[in-house]
């Protein structure tokens, strides 16, 4: 039986996202529900902590994320250059 995956994320860095970023983690979530990550890193700057790549609008998004007992914590969501050239093919 395949279980769905919980994500979890703090609502006022979600307001900061879309204030922002013009993202959220809901667009990051739905992204990764629908086509799935690119890639799963381990967050260089955090050893506790991995981070989806994820494509959404056509740009290539890092989402640093912990994963806890029953669900995953998204940590904040993030464009990349260098991720961009390695995994947008044109």
Avoid: W
Avoid at 10 to 16: G, L, Y
Avoid at 20 to 33: G, N, T
Avoid at 71 to 82: D, N, T, V
């Amino acid at each position: 039986m395949h279980n769905k995956i919980t994500y979890n994320f703090d609502p006022e860095k979600n307001r900061k996202l879309i204030e922002v970023r013009r993202i959220s983690f809901e667009k990051i979530i739905s992204a990764l529900d629908t086509r799935g990550a690119l890639d799963v890193l381990m967050n260089p700057n955090y050893a506790h902590q991995k981070m989806y790549v994820v494509e959404l609008h056509d740009y290539i998004y890092l989402a640093p994320f912990v994963e806890e007992r029953n669900y995953i914590f998204l940590k904040k969501a993030y464009p990349s250059r260098k991720a961009e050239k390695i995994y947008l093919i044109d």
